[in-house]
């Protein structure tokens, strides 16, 4: 009968604790309380309805134990969790370990198979060095016997040589003579000149010498060897000292010619070639030529030199046939006299401009001085020229670059007019040089096929009015006349020359008296019957 009232006041216990703590309910209700244990005063006084202050503080505290219990409740299910996960990850760990232990014990062995495949390597590499240090020894016997057999051969090769030759010499009487030289030395190349063109003439020199003696001497040089050592002989001084580390070379290694500095003779030719071939010999030849005049020279001395140059130089003959006669000297020039028509107008124009006036020509109002022409500066081949060539050219009006007439030397290039407009008279003004100063000529007769007329001379110069002149325009401009000479036209202020249809060389005259009709006039006649 107690046990089922106390079961009832413990259901009541259990039901008033769930709806107010329900925490401690849940603890209560797995507690089991011990068999000695009475609750049952306890469990009434709680169980009571009436609220005395023991229940008031009971209830106090079971709240504060109720709070405090589920705050370590969740704590504790926290930690648990926390365990599992740790001990799971324990397990994954200790799985690893183990995983990593198999892979250790697997390397260890393979390490160990390794030493001993090693161990085996080792011994065979010992074994095959022993069996090469023996076969060492063998091919060093077998070398030995090899060099005391070449000594043999060598030995009984000399003495097969030694007795053909004793009997070559038994059976032709006569011992084998080496080739002997048919031509003898020059001088030798020292390239010691400070000129730079002299010393390329003397290195063509030797050269042509030195591959002449070199062809007809051909048996004495059989191999490079000797062409080379030939060549090197033949020079000094500087020359020698360029190449004496080469030919020094050559004689330690006499049979390789790979560790020559030339293996050919073509290859020293080369480098000497670049060494001492700096010049333009077609170019040089052409300046010479450019400064080259008979003048009161001997007819042959003149002749040779120009054709050496006109060599040179590789003009063809009808370019060296007119370059001489304009380098004659006029005595020679008046002896040369053909039938044909064109011919002999060429004759008379060059007898013209080598003509000289035997009168100074007046001064002019303007005191400058002359202009020199000094060409293009870009003509690397252009020659020096001497104060004595330069005044020559300057008082003849020569191209100071060609020696010719009718351009300077900037526009020497261009081609000569066969028969150029002739030279002006007194009282014509002329642009000299390049400044445009206006320099009056001495008066100068016209030259006809048909007549013949001496030069005037001491002619006196007349003053004339300055006139305006384009240098552009190369037309008489019409002055008034200071003089009228028997073969002159009254009404003749200007003249032109120009070829007609046979061929010969005429004189036109403009017929009006106005500047601007002879203007015209010339400029009609140029159209008509242009230059050649």
């Not at 930690?79 to 014990?105: C, P, V, Y």
């Not at 005429?506 to 242009?530: H, I, M, W």
Request: with cysteine; proline share 5%; glycine share 4%.
């Amino acid at each position: 009968m107690a046990s089922n009232q106390d079961a009832s006041i413990m259901n009541q216990l259990l039901d008033s604790f769930r709806g107010s703590w329900p925490n401690l309910a849940s603890a209560i209700g797995d507690y089991t309380f011990p068999p000695d244990s009475n609750p049952t005063p306890l469990l009434t006084t709680i169980a009571s309805t009436s609220d005395s202050p023991e229940k008031i503080m009971f209830c106090s505290l079971l709240k504060c134990f109720d709070l405090k219990f589920g705050v370590l409740n969740r704590q504790i299910s926290h930690q648990l969790a926390t365990i599992s996960e740790l001990e799971s990850n324990f397990k994954s760990m200790k799985g690893h370990i183990s995983e990593l232990d198999e892979r250790l014990t697997l390397a260890h062995q393979d390490t160990l198979k390794a030493r001993e495949i090693i161990e085996t390597k080792n011994q065979q590499v010992e074994s095959r060095l022993n069996d090469i240090n023996t076969l060492n020894m063998r091919i060093s016997k077998l070398n030995a016997h090899i060099s005391s057999g070449n000594d043999e051969i060598f030995k009984l090769r000399t003495q097969i040589q030694n007795n053909i030759a004793n009997s070559n010499i038994v059976s032709n009487e006569q011992a084998i003579r080496t080739p002997r030289r048919t031509t003898t030395d020059h001088d030798k190349f020292t390239g010691n000149h400070n000129n730079m063109e002299k010393r390329q003439l003397a290195y063509e020199r030797w050269k042509t010498q030195v591959q002449q003696t070199i062809i007809v001497d051909k048996p004495c040089f059989p191999g490079e060897f000797e062409k080379i050592s030939y060549i090197t002989g033949q020079l000094t001084d500087k020359a020698w000292d360029s190449v004496q580390d080469g030919v020094q070379m050559m004689n330690k290694n006499p049979h390789h010619p790979a560790k020559w500095a030339w293996e050919t003779s073509e290859e020293l030719w080369s480098v000497l070639d670049g060494r001492y071939m700096l010049l333009d010999v077609t170019q040089t030849a052409k300046n010479k030529l450019d400064t080259l005049f008979q003048e009161k020279r001997a007819y042959g001395d003149f002749k040779v030199d120009f054709d050496h140059f006109a060599e040179k130089a590789k003009y063809d003959d009808r370019t060296k046939v007119d370059m001489l006669r304009k380098r004659l000297n006029i005595r020679i020039t008046n002896v040369i006299d053909n039938q044909d028509a064109r011919n002999l107008g060429q004759q008379e124009h060059i007898a013209k401009i080598q003509q000289t006036s035997s009168y100074s020509p007046r001064q002019d109002l303007t005191h400058s001085q002359d202009a020199i022409d000094a060409g293009d500066p870009m003509d690397l081949g252009r020659v020096k020229l001497t104060e004595s060539d330069r005044k020559h050219k300057k008082d003849n009006h020569l191209c100071l670059t060609c020696g010719q007439k009718g351009h300077f030397a900037k526009d020497h290039h261009r081609k000569i007019d066969p028969i150029p407009m002739p030279a002006r008279s007194i009282n014509h003004p002329s642009v000299s040089g390049g400044n445009g100063r206006l320099q009056s000529r001495a008066y100068v007769p016209p030259i006809s096929s048909q007549q013949k007329y001496p030069p005037h001379q001491n002619m006196q110069p007349w003053l004339t009015p300055h006139m305006y002149y384009n240098q552009a325009q190369y037309i008489p401009q019409h002055y008034s006349q200071g003089f009228q000479s028997d073969y002159l036209r009254p009404t003749a202020p200007a003249r032109l020359r120009a070829l007609d249809n046979t061929g010969s060389i005429t004189d036109t005259y403009p017929e009006d008296k106005d500047s601007k009709d002879v203007v015209r006039a010339v400029g009609n006649q140029l159209k008509d019957k242009p230059l050649p």
